[in-house]
Each structure stands twice: as C-alpha cells, then as structure tokens.
C-alpha cells in the first residue's frame, strides 16, 4: 500500500490566520482525501482532491475556509483559514479507499489559540 | 444511507484477557466493512476488511473479525491483548459500487491494564 508523510505533524496558531497541510505520497494516485477529527470525535470527509480539477467538498465544507490544491498524482495540500479555536482538531489526508480501504497520513495535530 | 454504531466508547481490559469491540451498521445496499486502529499521536491503519466468502477475517497484530449478516454487525476479537493494543479503535463501511464515500463509527478506546 501507499506510504504518505504528512506536514506538518501538530502546530499552534493564532486565529485568525492560516495553516497549509502538506501530503506527499510515494506513489501516483487518482483521488486523495482529507478528513478532520475533532476531540474526542470519529472522522469526518472534508473534501475529494483529484488532480487537474476542483475538489469536492462534503456538506458543512466550504471552499473558501478550506481551499485544496492537488498539482499531481503524488501531492496535495489543505489551507485551514481564518482560523478560530473551533477549527482545533487532527487533520489527515488518506488515499485508496473503496474496496481497499485507506491509507492514512499521520495526522496534523491543530490546536488555535 | 449508511451508519456505523461502536457499541462501546471504552473498553478496559488486563493484559493477556481476550477483548470483543463490539460494531453493528445499517445500511439499504451492501457494504465493505473495514476495522482501523490509531495509535496515540499516529493517523490510522487498517487493521482488517471483510470484501466477500468468508465471514471471519484476520488481520494485523492477531485480531479478527466476524461479519454477521443477519445481525449486520462486525464485531472485532482478539484472544489475548497486550499492554501495546491501548488505542482507538474506529469501524468503517462503504457501499459496494458506490464509489469512495466511507462512514466511520465513533471509536472505541480499548485500554489494556496490566
């Protein structure tokens, strides 16, 4: 299965400003994921990056506070903007799925003061 | 629509006890049920999936799981934990043929006591 490393790890930011989570795989993949966790919480699908066109974003995601890039196979980001302390949560990127289920990263670990 | 219920949100156990993480789901299509483990300060890892045949299926770090299609539940076991199973423990289902869209249950934090 894929390896993914993600960045960064954990961080703490001010709010009001923003975050650029990183995922780099080892292989070329069609569709990556972003998932945020919240305290004490199960998983919940932010959006669907494939390469070369728009994300697709689950209900209660927005575009302008979570933009998405995906240059390539290999790469994609997620940008928390505007933050405030209820954006304090683990955000993860995965990819595969379907029937072969995911492969995580390891997790941003987002704490807004 | 599909929904996902972790019976237990913890589960304390001593060490070399066998532990059952109890998953029940609902779906109106037939669905790949999966079982992830995360690890203190770690993203998740597959632990095991039930795709088709048989209804047990093993996985990593000596866990299994039962697929039970009349009780719809995939209940996850292991004979005898150890001090190093202390995670949380999240059931998945996805919908056959209906492309990537998982639903996660709420987690169940097994705690292994010495």
């Known amino acids: 299965s894929a390896v993914i490393s993600q960045k960064p790890s954990r961080d703490i930011c001010q709010r009001g400003t923003s975050l650029t989570i990183q995922c780099q795989v080892d292989s070329q993949v069609t569709m990556m994921f972003w998932y945020r966790q919240q305290p004490g919480q199960s998983l919940t699908l932010i959006a669907t990056?494939?390469?070369?066109?728009?994300?697709?974003?689950e209900s209660g995601f927005v575009i302008d506070k979570f933009p998405i890039s995906r240059p390539n196979l290999t790469f994609s980001t997620l940008t928390v903007s505007n933050m405030s302390p209820e954006d304090s949560s683990i955000y993860l990127c995965?990819?595969?799925?379907?029937?072969?289920?995911?492969?995580f990263g390891s997790g941003t670990r987002l704490t807004v003061v | 629509a599909q929904s996902v219920t972790q019976l237990d949100s913890q589960v304390p156990v001593f060490e070399e006890a066998p532990v059952e993480l109890r998953c029940n789901y609902s779906?109106?299509?037939?669905?790949?049920l999966f079982w992830y483990v995360q690890y203190p300060n770690q993203g998740l890892q597959l632990l095991l999936k039930?795709?088709?045949?048989?209804?047990l299926v093993k996985g990593i770090n000596g866990f299994e799981a039962e697929f039970n299609k009349s009780q719809t539940s995939f209940h996850l076991r292991k004979p005898s934990v150890h001090i190093s199973d202390t995670a949380e423990y999240f059931c998945a289902v996805t919908p056959r043929g209906g492309g990537f869209k998982t639903i996660f249950g709420a987690g169940t934090r097994l705690f292994v006591k010495a």
């Open positions: 039930y795709l088709s045949g048989s209804t």
């Open positions: 990056a494939n390469q070369g066109s728009e994300a697709t974003y």
């Open positions: 779906s109106s299509v037939s669905v790949y």
């Open positions: 995965s990819v595969e799925g379907g029937a072969y289920g995911y492969t």
